[in-house]
């Protein structure tokens, strides 16, 4: 059964990026917002970022500020359900197939007055794949409107080429939108009420200014792949075997055999030596497009 129109099916394709408002059940965001208490606490006494979760610059043991839960769906069980939910799956596999595989997931909380910008960029960068049906769904935790640092999408970016993420040479994941011929005016901003979902493309360039509102803006991303996607390089060729890798697929049925298509890509190297986070790579930017804390 189609979750998504012909109309929006459409729209993705020229667009590179879908909203699909109040998709998710409010008793499910409920249970993801505690689950972020839960993290917050934890990161009570933490004097720098862990494994589990990415600190702000700003945090302090005693005040925890947490940027970033990372791979949550490893760490708490209603993320895990959420993402093998339909109300994530159907409208992904209604844009790119019914075999689909999970590259990662993470948490991003833009808490009220502090929560960090992410510098424009484009997935597709990051992991290069043999073909480009590479995309992310974010969940809306909070109402998202313009002052709390929403997403934000260039609209049809995703037809373009993979453009310099690179800055002395070193690769730090993050564009120069005045070189690369973009005007923030043209991008698209993605709100709507919690709930909702954002879809968009791995090609698609995108970013997210600071929140300096008095509201939170968190989001938790999946981000995932048809099965015949195969990667050039990122961190899902690490997997330890094709069975290991197997065990990534959310629906459908794996394959062996890589699609290649022609699609623009860039090795993502070098990298520079504190290559941890997307925060921590573009924290090497000479020039930024947005402020910091």
Request: glycine share 6%; aromatic share 6%.
């Amino acid at each position: 059964m189609e979750a998504l129109t012909e109309k929006q099916k459409s729209f993705y394709e020229e667009n590179g990026y879908l909203m699909l408002e109040s998709r998710i059940p409010i008793p499910i965001i409920e249970e993801i917002r505690a689950e972020i208490a839960r993290f917050t606490e934890e990161a009570r006494g933490m004097t720098a970022s862990n494994d589990r979760l990415d600190l702000e610059d700003s945090h302090r043991p005693d005040e925890p500020r947490v940027r970033r839960i990372k791979l949550p769906h490893t760490l708490s069980d209603p993320v895990a359900r959420l993402m093998k939910s339909d109300h994530v799956l159907a409208p992904v596999r209604d844009l790119i197939g019914p075999d689909l595989r999970l590259h990662t997931t993470k948490l991003n909380m833009k808490s009220a007055g502090y929560g960090a910008a992410v510098e424009w960029h484009q997935d597709f960068a990051f992991y290069p794949h043999t073909n480009d049906d590479v995309l992310a769904v974010g969940v809306l935790i909070d109402d998202l409107a313009e002052e709390n640092g929403p997403l934000m999408v260039f609209p049809g970016s995703h037809k373009g080429p993979i453009h310099d993420h690179f800055d002395d040479g070193v690769f730090v994941g993050a564009m120069d939108l005045a070189r690369d011929g973009f005007d923030v005016k043209d991008a698209a901003v993605l709100t709507g009420p919690a709930g909702s979902i954002s879809i968009h493309h791995g090609r698609a360039v995108h970013g997210s200014a600071l929140n300096r509102s008095d509201r939170d803006r968190r989001m938790l991303f999946y981000e995932m792949m048809a099965a015949d996607a195969f990667p050039i390089m990122g961190s899902d060729t690490k997997f330890a075997s094709l069975d290991d890798y197997n065990e990534r697929m959310l629906c459908g049925s794996p394959t062996d055999r890589p699609r290649l298509a022609p699609v623009p890509v860039r090795i993502p190297l070098p990298k520079p030596a504190k290559a941890g986070s997307i925060y921590e790579l573009q924290s090497g930017l000479r020039a930024r497009s947005f402020e910091k804390v």
